[in-house]
């Protein structure tokens, strides 16, 4: 089996202070993708290059203490490719790709931040420039190899999705046009990219289970009043080899858990 995990730390060094690495190590993952890591080499040097006996590669963002994605395997991988070829949000590192290619397959883990709008107008519209020119990226790299891309999507797909659906239509996230550019990403047909949503490939009608961030207002943790940001997005291909899933929530290491999926296939 190949065991994947995502998760959006919400700072490495803040979810360092809370156990995540011991926690990666009794997981034994083969690959950790991570999200908001919010460091710099110059935090990484000494401290964070390993953990649990895996490899770190990192995608920093040029400002301090924002965004940033990093990978940690167990397997070398034969590319590694920091950014999707975009100016503004290759600054924000928001992606970092590991391709393992072998004879029998070229594959890619990718680890993908995409932005929130929720803080105003602005971001939103970035946000919005984000999805118009990464759509094409993802058509482009499915066209070349097979791929799992993990990550903090920032968006809720469908009503089951989240808790309160009725009043979060006007809100970042659940936004109609959010949830129309993922129903075309895993729209099989000629206008689509044809991804998998395997969570939904798995686990086709849960609900509460399903939920990988809860805002700090509130008790929405308490309450399970969460929503479903956290995805692994693949080619249809290494879909078919997803057999578990899990989302772990004994420990919070941010405002996100992780979710893990075993996929019957080794590299």
């Not at 926690?23 to 950790?32: G, S, T």
């Not at 991570?34 to 006996?53: K, L, N, Y």
């Not at 940001?229 to 004994?250: G, M, N, Q, V, W």
Request: aromatic share 12%; net charge neutral.
């Amino acid at each position: 089996m190949f065991k994947l995990t995502s998760l959006n730390l919400n700072g490495l060094r803040s979810a360092a202070t809370k156990g995540v690495a011991d926690w990666v190590a009794e997981l034994a993952p083969d690959c950790i993708c991570m999200q908001e890591t919010r460091v710099q080499a110059s935090d990484i040097e000494g401290r964070f290059e390993d953990m649990a006996g895996l490899k770190g590669h990192f995608h920093f963002a040029e400002k301090k203490g924002y965004s940033g994605t990093a990978v940690y395997s167990k397997h070398v991988p034969s590319d590694i490719v920091v950014g999707w070829g975009d100016t503004e949000f290759d600054a924000e590192g928001r992606y970092l790709e590991l391709r393992f290619d072998t004879p029998k397959r070229k594959l890619s883990v990718i680890s993908c931040y995409f932005p929130s709008g929720s803080s105003g107008e602005e971001r939103q519209e970035a946000k919005f420039r984000f999805l118009k020119g990464f759509f094409p990226h993802l058509v482009a790299l499915k066209k070349e190899r097979e791929f799992i891309l993990c990550g903090d999507i920032n968006i809720a797909h469908k009503e089951i999705d989240l808790k309160n659906w009725r009043g979060n239509q006007k809100n970042s996230g659940f936004l109609p046009e959010e949830r129309a550019w993922m129903t075309r990403l895993l729209d099989a047909g000629a206008e689509g990219a044809g991804l998998v949503d395997v969570y939904r490939l798995l686990k086709p009608e849960t609900t509460g289970e399903a939920y990988t961030w809860w805002s700090n207002r509130g008790q929405a943790y308490a309450n399970n009043v969460g929503w479903r940001l956290d995805y692994h997005l693949a080619t249809p291909a290494i879909a078919s080899l997803a057999r578990s899933e899990s989302i772990f929530k004994t420990i919070k290491f941010s405002d996100h858990a992780p979710i893990t999926v075993d996929y019957e296939f080794k590299l």
